[in-house]
């Protein structure tokens, strides 16, 4: 379940990324900080 939630918003944030004609590097890097974030929020969650 835990990998589905991940799985789920990388691929969300996936599609925001590629819809905007925005400088690719940045908008990965904004993805990226904020994969990270959910992540580690569906991390304290657990804990």
Known sequence: VKKYKENKFFDMDLKILFDEKKDVS?????FVEKRDALISKEKKKEL
Not at 26 to 30: L, N, Y
């Open 26 to 30: 940045e908008k990965w890097t904004k």
